[in-house]
């Protein structure tokens, strides 16, 4: 599938010859027969160029196919399912004890003429990923959707020297260093901001309890039968801290309600509705970059109608970190509703201000009465509106939450200016590589010819 149309000319790239990856890759396919009674290491490839990672571990009886490969270090990879979805990786040594399934088909490069990084760049660019979108095949919905290796080895490229690719890499590599402290940063100061928060309530932090070798108690006694659950109980780590002000139940301080549910019948019509999804609410902020809309009558537009100062709590999530994050809706759409997976929370602002809340349920302390409620199937925690309506809160005089909530407002916006500099850093990253691979921009430590 030629390029020509995007490869750009001068900076040296007219001599770069153009190359099918046929030319420059080889497809990996040792594949092992499976053994019904062996353990097998499955991996995947996660999207958005997040890398290989380790999915499951099952025996051979319980695998669909009749053989899996290996992977194989220094191996570029993709996932055929989602390749449309820049699900591409380069195989590192610590996953060579790793196998996968035949819609993981991997690819040894000519490293005389090309390196696995360059490619992997190459692959992950927003030229190459439209690209793929178009080549991918299926008979289903677009998520079933292959992108076959015969489309992959027929791909193009203009193939720069091997220190040039180098020195693309390297640009890349450490730009990724760059953005990482700057995360990093940000997440410290992020750290930071709750630490100081929960010191002005009087709230000490306890650090983790050293956990016993040995334990015994009686199964009554249990409320619920986890490890984690079990030993907080018993060292007295499932209560909430004490602080300088009392703690009162949120069911007390505001009205909780769900959403509305998605269904054929509520199809966006006549009386279509913007509406928050699951996706829209982060840990702190709304990210509103994709709205869909909903079918909600007139009659029943009050009910679901999202009001300046609702705060909305995630109701299931697969990671602890995330289970029952809260952003506050500030009235950045008219006649916004939300669905039934985020439950509403409106308090009595005579009480209990809604950053403030906000604040405190996005803390690890004031989110622990969720990871205790929550209730799990097939790996997702989830919590309901009575968990909710019974979540403890700290309840300073208003005077107190409004200084608390003005300091706090302060910091979140330089944390937001910080993580907006490391996202804008990735993003001019991402497109100085694209410009430096189709020749469109000059590879920095590489002088052009004349």
């Given at each position: 599938?030629?390029?020509?149309?995007?490869?750009?000319?001068?900076?040296?790239?007219?001599?770069?010859?153009?190359?099918?990856?046929?030319?420059?890759?080889?497809?990996?396919?040792?594949k092992?027969?499976?053994?019904?009674?062996?353990?097998?290491?499955?991996?995947?490839?996660?999207?958005?160029a997040?890398?290989?990672?380790?999915?499951?571990?099952?025996?051979?009886?319980?695998?669909?196919?009749?053989?899996?490969?290996?992977?194989?270090?220094?191996?570029?990879?993709?996932?055929?399912?989602?390749?449309?979805k820049?699900?591409?990786?380069?195989?590192?040594?610590?996953?060579?004890?790793?196998?996968?399934?035949?819609?993981?088909?991997?690819?040894?490069?000519?490293?005389?003429?090309?390196?696995?990084?360059?490619?992997?760049?190459?692959?992950?660019?927003?030229?190459?990923?439209?690209?793929?979108?178009?080549?991918?095949?299926?008979?289903?919905?677009?998520?079933?959707?292959?992108?076959?290796?015969?489309?992959?080895?027929?791909?193009?490229?203009?193939?720069?020297?091997?220190?040039?690719?180098?020195?693309?890499?390297?640009?890349?590599?450490?730009a990724?260093?760059?953005?990482?402290?700057?995360?990093?940063?940000a997440?410290?100061?992020?750290?930071?901001?709750?630490?100081?928060?929960?010191?002005?309530?009087?709230?000490?932090?306890?650090?983790?309890?050293?956990?016993?070798?040995?334990?015994?108690?009686?199964?009554?006694?249990?409320?619920?039968?986890?490890?984690?659950?079990?030993?907080?109980?018993?060292?007295?780590?499932?209560?909430?801290?004490?602080?300088?002000?009392?703690?009162?139940?949120?069911?007390?301080?505001?009205?909780?309600?769900?959403?509305?549910?998605?269904?054929p019948?509520?199809?966006?019509?006549?009386?279509?509705?913007?509406?928050?999804?699951?996706?829209?609410?982060?840990?702190?902020?709304?990210?509103?970059?994709?709205?869909?809309?909903?079918?909600?009558?007139?009659?029943?537009?009050?009910?679901?109608?999202?009001?300046?100062?609702?705060?909305?709590?995630?109701?299931?999530?697969?990671?602890?970190?995330?289970?029952?994050?809260?952003?506050?809706?500030?009235?950045?759409?008219?006649?916004?509703?939300?669905?039934?997976?985020?439950?509403?929370?409106?308090?009595?602002?005579?009480?209990?201000?809604?950053?403030?809340?906000?604040?405190?349920?996005?803390?690890?302390i004031?989110?622990?009465?969720?990871?205790?409620a929550?209730?799990s199937?097939?790996?997702?925690?989830?919590?309901?509106?009575?968990?909710?309506?019974?979540?403890?809160i700290?309840?300073?005089?208003?005077?107190?939450?409004?200084?608390?909530v003005?300091?706090?407002?302060?910091?979140c916006?330089?944390?937001?200016?910080?993580?907006?500099a490391?996202?804008?850093?990735?993003?001019?990253?991402?497109?100085e590589?694209?410009?430096?691979?189709?020749?469109?921009?000059?590879?920095?430590?590489?002088?052009?010819?004349?």
């Amino acid at each position: 599938m030629p390029l020509r149309e995007a490869i750009g000319h001068g900076s040296g790239a007219d001599s770069w010859p153009i190359e099918n990856l046929g030319e420059v890759v080889a497809l990996f396919d040792d594949k092992a027969r499976v053994d019904p009674d062996a353990e097998y290491r499955m991996a995947g490839v996660k999207w958005y160029a997040g890398g290989v990672f380790h999915r499951e571990t099952v025996l051979g009886k319980d695998l669909s196919a009749r053989y899996v490969t290996p992977l194989q270090p220094g191996a570029l990879i993709y996932n055929r399912l989602f390749a449309w979805k820049e699900s591409f990786a380069v195989v590192e040594q610590q996953h060579s004890s790793l196998f996968v399934s035949n819609e993981f088909p991997q690819f040894l490069p000519d490293t005389t003429r090309v390196f696995a990084e360059f490619l992997y760049l190459f692959c992950t660019t927003p030229t190459i990923t439209r690209l793929v979108n178009a080549a991918s095949a299926g008979s289903a919905a677009v998520s079933r959707n292959r992108f076959k290796e015969a489309e992959f080895l027929r791909f193009s490229l203009r193939l720069p020297p091997l220190p040039i690719q180098q020195a693309i890499v390297d640009h890349w590599k450490h730009a990724q260093e760059r953005v990482a402290v700057a995360k990093g940063k940000a997440d410290e100061h992020d750290q930071d901001v709750d630490g100081s928060f929960l010191e002005a309530l009087g709230i000490r932090v306890r650090s983790a309890a050293e956990r016993p070798r040995v334990l015994a108690l009686s199964f009554s006694d249990l409320d619920r039968w986890a490890v984690s659950s079990v030993v907080d109980q018993v060292l007295h780590l499932d209560c909430p801290p004490d602080g300088k002000y009392p703690l009162v139940q949120l069911g007390e301080l505001a009205g909780v309600s769900y959403g509305i549910q998605k269904s054929p019948s509520n199809r966006p019509g006549l009386c279509a509705r913007p509406y928050l999804r699951v996706a829209n609410v982060r840990k702190g902020f709304l990210d509103l970059s994709e709205i869909k809309e909903i079918e909600v009558s007139d009659r029943d537009l009050p009910t679901y109608l999202l009001k300046p100062g609702d705060i909305l709590f995630v109701e299931g999530n697969g990671s602890r970190s995330e289970l029952g994050r809260v952003a506050k809706w500030s009235g950045e759409i008219e006649d916004c509703v939300h669905q039934n997976h985020l439950i509403k929370v409106r308090p009595n602002q005579e009480r209990l201000l809604p950053d403030f809340a906000m604040t405190w349920f996005n803390t690890e302390i004031g989110r622990s009465h969720f990871f205790r409620a929550a209730k799990s199937s097939s790996g997702l925690g989830t919590i309901n509106s009575s968990e909710v309506r019974l979540a403890p809160i700290p309840l300073p005089p208003l005077d107190v939450q409004r200084k608390l909530v003005s300091e706090i407002i302060a910091a979140c916006e330089r944390i937001a200016g910080e993580r907006a500099a490391a996202a804008k850093l990735a993003a001019d990253t991402a497109r100085e590589v694209e410009e430096m691979i189709l020749g469109h921009r000059p590879v920095p430590g590489i002088k052009a010819k004349a």
